[in-house]
């Protein structure tokens, strides 16, 4: 049980630094892009990661905590 806890932690962490590694190539264009560009840019971002997120979720759970059934 302590197994399905670490990993879920390892992966919730792995998931939040893809999800920062992701932003980076934004903030890297950022000197160059205007506000309102950027604006737009950041928050075209947010809103696919938080459309994502859901989907990366699930399949950690499944993967982690699925109980195969007893046949019961």
């Known amino acids: 049980m302590f197994t399905c806890y670490a990993k879920t932690i ?3 962490l792995a998931l939040i630094v893809f999800y920062g590694i ?3 190539p934004l903030l890297l264009l950022r000197p ?3 506000l309102d560009q950027f604006l737009v840019s ?3 971002w947010g809103v696919i990661s ?7 979720l699930r ?10 059934g007893k046949n019961e």
């Open 42 to 44: 950041a928050l075209l």
């Open 59 to 68: 399949h950690i759970i499944r993967k982690i905590w699925f109980f195969k």
């Open 22 to 24: 992701s932003f980076l």
């Open 32 to 34: 160059y892009l205007q």
């Open 50 to 56: 938080l459309l994502s997120l859901p989907f990366f």
């Open 10 to 12: 390892i992966l919730g």
